[in-house]
């Protein structure tokens, strides 16, 4: 049906809406907002013509263009660079599913496996940009007899920290199998650890230094290790007593961590080259990664570790057990006490202090395990204030209900406490983006001094604005992309209007 035109007495006046309506309101209500409009307007058409003058036919971009590729992955080899393109196609391809299936709804199906993906997308990428090493079936064969047959090689071969790690795997899933399932077979939870101790059992007559210097036999830290990972994997396997579909997954998930039990074990070197391990991806260290590469690796890693240790951080500051509050406590305070720069050197000196001197880590994983630190004791505090905005009456409601303290923490608190602060945490987060610039005074090669060695070059000495310009528009697009995802997040959770 045509709608008649609306009289010209009855619109509304031209300057009240649309664009010049906006400028009125906004940019010239009064006499002060003129004068304020007009001078910001002549200072920005001054330094914007000024700075496009020098961009369009002074700058030496050839800085940036000719080094571009120096700048991105810098030292990783250049016939490996397939494994990044791969990794950020990953990346995509996950991206663009998840705001895919987000349009059309909670009911989509598919949710539940793009989950999945992602939570097993950061052990691809680490396979693929760090690269990966697997036995061979001569290698499994022959590396498990040293277990039985030769176990004083180990510690000669400064490998015996392996059954350690295989035994908190091992731990971990025993204990959630044996507090998860409610008929008998909860017991090959416990059948599970005790073959492991009991394979490692020629290994753990063998002595080595333990607390306080005393020779003990190795079963003693191997049996510490192992229940503490079992005490540790019954408390989880409690929390997730709720979820049935996880009953038909154990099979196999305990299929998957048997085969790397078995990778874990066998992967070393004994100096036979027809038993020797193979490189499926060839290895690059860490120390190799710099530029953009090394600088969003340390982003990504320290944002997603940090978060769920600063949540665990501010809960057990809350805690009512006397001990484990005080650990938080101290450890907090004592991170935030002290610049970020003394974290990132003492985790370059101080970390392998309280590791076995067999295992040694990489400046680059150091440089992270000193970011993460630093940003959880952060988010904890920032956690801790969004657990206080939530109602103590519907804690109380929810213990009325029947729900442990586990489904009231995971249900009803966190969910309100992390919605309160999005933004701070996102704050954190692009703050501890742009402080990756800091790891260069600990020898590691991010963006800014892959680009301040690029200056050095005798063809490119006096290009230090255009090589800072682009790092800076590379931090600004980053952060300012994050903030966006921020924004886009509180409007979903209706935090905030559109």
């Not at 961009?55 to 080094?67: D, I, K, P």
């Not at 959630?176 to 059992?201: D, V």
């Amino acid at each position: 049906m045509a709608t008649s035109p609306v009289p010209a007495s009855e619109r509304p006046p031209v300057a009240s809406v649309g664009v010049l309506g906006w400028l009125r309101q906004n940019l010239f209500s009064s006499v002060g907002n003129t004068l304020l409009t007009i001078v910001s307007a002549a200072f920005l058409f001054l330094a914007g013509r000024s700075i496009l003058t020098w961009a369009v036919t002074q700058a030496n971009w050839g800085a940036v263009t000719g080094n571009l590729e120096v700048l991105t992955w810098g030292r990783y080899p250049e016939g490996q660079v397939w494994r990044l393109g791969l990794s950020v196609l990953i990346l995509a391809v996950l991206g663009g599913l998840t705001w895919w299936l987000w349009r059309r709804g909670p009911e989509s199906p598919a949710r539940r496996s793009l989950l999945v993906g992602w939570a097993l997308s950061p052990v691809a990428l680490a396979v693929l940009i760090r690269g990966i090493t697997l036995p061979t079936p001569a290698t499994i064969s022959n590396n498990l007899g040293y277990y039985l047959f030769r176990p004083e090689v180990l510690p000669l071969l400064e490998e015996n920290w392996r059954a350690g790690a295989a035994c908190i795997v091992v731990g971990l899933l025993g204990g959630i199998t044996w507090s998860y399932l409610t008929n008998r077979t909860h017991f090959l939870g416990l059948a599970a650890c005790s073959l492991m101790l009991l394979f490692l059992l020629p290994l753990g007559l063998q002595m080595e230094p333990w607390l306080f210097g005393l020779n003990v036999p190795i079963i003693v830290p191997l049996a510490v290790n192992i229940l503490l990972a079992f005490l540790i994997g019954s408390a989880v396997g409690r929390s997730l007593s709720s979820i049935e579909g996880l009953r038909r997954w154990l099979p196999w998930i305990w299929g998957v961590t048997l085969i790397l039990v078995v990778i874990l074990l066998t992967t070393f070197d004994v100096g036979v080259a027809r038993v020797a391990p193979v490189q499926a991806l060839p290895i690059i260290p860490p120390n190799i990664w710099s530029g953009i590469m090394l600088t969003l690796m340390l982003a990504v890693v320290s944002i997603v570790a940090s978060f769920p240790i600063g949540v665990l951080l501010a809960l057990g500051r809350r805690s009512e057990l006397p001990v484990v509050r005080g650990f938080c406590i101290l450890f907090i305070e004592l991170v935030r006490g002290v610049p970020l720069i003394t974290i990132l050197f003492m985790a370059q000196v101080m970390l392998p202090l309280f590791l076995p001197l067999e295992l040694t880590i990489d400046r680059g994983v150091r440089a992270m395990a000193g970011m993460t630190l630093f940003t959880a004791a952060y988010l904890a505090e920032i956690v801790r204030g969004g657990l206080q905005a939530v109602r103590h009456e519907q804690v109380e409601a929810a213990r009325a209900l029947g729900l442990s303290e586990v489904l009231v923490t995971v249900l009803i608190v966190l969910p309100q406490a992390l919605r309160a602060v999005i933004p701070p945490i996102m704050g954190q987060f692009v703050s501890i983006f742009k402080d990756t610039s800091l790891v260069a005074i600990v020898g590691l090669l991010d963006l800014l001094a892959v680009g301040q060695s690029v200056i050095k070059q005798r063809e490119y000495l006096g290009a230090v604005r255009e090589i800072y310009l682009f790092a800076g528009l590379f931090y600004f697009v980053v952060s300012y992309a994050m903030s966006l995802a921020s924004r886009h997040l509180e409007v979903q959770l209706g935090v905030v209007d559109s």
